[in-house]
């Protein structure tokens, strides 16, 4: 197989690797097709992802500026975004408590708890999936996974 080969088969094999993890999200009932979270579009989804990320380290969420500046849309289309979400009940508005004129956007308590599950589902079969493993592979596996990541930020 010459280089270009394995870079294929590389591909493939995380490609389809991926592609189990996404069968066993699915078959989790947090994530089952019928559950709301499902029809989201990928822009609402981008939403909710970020967001998921950020109210972990900040329960309390983010300006609706913050959100489209770190999304890189306009604060209009991160408006309508977010009313959507908070419509079908993802997210929520909650007057700040360090500036009673701002209001900051947060997950609500029901996507908070399906998060929570989704995590604990997901460290539970990355616990199975590393039992073979030693230290040293995962470290590397972390490694080279973190030169993928920054490769496709580069990209962008």
């Not at 989790?28 to 950020?54: D, G, K, Y």
């Not at 995590?119 to 539970?124: D, G, K, N, W």
């Amino acid at each position: 197989m010459n280089e270009s080969n394995n870079d294929l088969a590389a591909a493939r094999a995380f490609l389809e690797l991926s592609d189990n993890l996404r069968e066993k999200a699915f078959s989790c009932e947090v994530l089952a097709p019928e559950n709301p979270f499902m029809t989201l579009t990928v822009s609402q989804a981008r939403v909710f992802r970020f967001l998921c990320v950020t109210t972990r380290e900040n329960p309390e969420g983010i300006k609706l500026k913050e959100l489209a500046d770190q999304l890189k849309v306009s604060p209009a289309a991160a408006s309508e975004m977010v009313e959507v979400l908070v419509r079908k009940g993802v997210l929520e508005r909650q007057q700040s408590e360090t500036d009673r004129r701002a209001v900051n956007i947060r997950l609500s308590e029901n996507s908070s708890r399906k998060r929570e599950n989704v995590e604990t589902a997901f460290a539970q079969e990355w616990c199975f999936l590393w039992q073979d493993f030693s230290e040293a592979e995962k470290t590397t596996f972390s490694r080279l996974l973190g030169k993928l990541k920054k490769r496709m930020n580069e990209g962008k």
